[in-house]
């Protein structure tokens, strides 16, 4: 089934989104046609199309206007249990035709898998909601190229901003389409606006860097160039002489647009792949406690106009609400169907990853969490990899503010901050309501009680 956005008519659709929407259905039929005509047993592909404008403004000059259009299609075909894969920009009728032959001939040659093979019939999406993803706005260079060189030329009004990485506007429409041989066929369309400005303060060896950015699915959501522009500048300008500080150990306090990296780090642990391959300091923890009794982490996929809303997941599913923890216990792991049968258990829809990711608040604004952490450590930048997924073992290079108090005293910089995610998770002390609603997984700062720091 191909579903239109029900709350948008087709006049909604730019003129080239309505060109793949027609044209990707065809082209998933043709392909899925010649799949079972030269003897695949099954086959799924998805196909995505997209188009984008990006302006960037540097020292007070358009340094780039760069236009973008493309397409891509990824084929998974199956005979018996063995399976071949192949990836083409080319959708031209003879390019597919020959991925097809491509992807039959690898899968003669790759052994023969028990779990290979598309998710069941019976869980296929049915029906689905529109889940207003799609927010056209035509193109504007002109209004791109103001908007950029307004947001910089206010990131640059401080005399202590010495120079630019510059600022830029971007405007991009995409539609996915997802079918396999069960006859399932969903397509989807969305729309993204983002702006960021990239400041540098300071002279020599004292020159310190930082950012700011917004990004939305409607272009009336997304912040003012001037508010980008001061933002990106009033953090820039805090970098200004840090300090060392001596090794210790003390609270730490992970700002919003960072501490979704240790969600990150939990997903990861919980994900299918990581568990059937012994890989995950989490095996084996389902039904255990892992956080304080306040923490719950759930997805909502079904989010309207949701940074990663979607009806089905990457092999057709019925995505649902998941509760992955409840009250600190661990509820379920993140599987798609292979990895489902790889550990004896049913698919969640996680096919692609986990889809609005939240987590509980404890209710504190950024303010009082700063209050909560009294003398401590504030960490806004993390650096490195350091991040060992089979012990769960943490370290990473950081910077941010040294805070007393309370109130934030002076930023520091070469430093490195070092526990075990186990070891912090049961130890997170509150979560705050300043959510950084900007990407996939949302959470506010995340404090922990205590973590080693390894300084000067």
Known sequence: MNQVPSSQSNDALSEQMQAWKEQLPRCADQVLGLAKQKSATSAELSIGASRGLSVNARMGEVETVEFNQDQSLSLTVYKGQRKGHVSVTDLTDKALEQAVEMALAFAEHTAEDPFAGLASAELMAKSWQDPELYYPKPFDVEQLVDLSLACESVGREDSR??????????????????????????????????????????????????????????????????????????????????????????????????????????MGAISGGSLYRNASFLKDRLGKQ?????????????LKAGVASAPFDQEGVATRDNIFVADGVLQQYMLGSYSARKLGL???????????????????????????????????????????????????????????????????????????????????????????????????????EEMSIAGA
Request: glycine letters at 12%.
């Open 161 to 266: 901003i010495t120079n630019s990485d510059g600022a830029g506007f971007h405007a991009s429409e995409r539609t996915t389409l997802y079918a396999n041989s069960h006859g399932f066929q969903g397509q989807l369309w969305g729309t993204n606006y983002s702006a960021s400005c990239v400041l540098i303060a300071g002279e020599g060896d004292q020159m310190q860097r930082d950012y700011w950015y917004d990004s939305q699915r409607q272009w009336d959501l997304l912040s003012s160039p001037e508010a980008i522009g001061q933002k990106a500048a009033e953090r820039t300008l805090m970098r200004m002489n840090p300090q060392k500080i001596s090794t210790r150990k003390v609270p730490v306090l992970f700002a919003a647009e960072i501490a979704s990296g240790l969600l990150g780090h939990l």
């Open 290 to 302: 892992l956080f304080p009794e306040f923490v719950s982490v759930f997805e909502n996929p079904h």
């Open 346 to 448: 049913e698919t969640t829809a996680n096919a692609g990853g986990a889809r609005n990711l939240r987590v509980s608040s404890t209710g504190e604004s950024y303010e009082q969490m700063l209050q909560t952490l009294g003398t401590g450590l504030l960490v806004t930048e993390l650096m490195g990899q350091g991040v060992n997924m089979v012990t769960g073992d943490y370290s990473r290079g950081a910077a941010g503010y040294w805070v007393e108090n309370g109130v934030i005293q002076y930023p520091v910089h070469e430093i490195t901050i070092a526990g075990n995610l186990q070891d912090m998770f049961k130890n997170i002390l509150a979560i705050g309501s300043d959510v950084d609603t900007r990407g996939n997984t949302q959470t506010g700062s995340i404090l922990i």
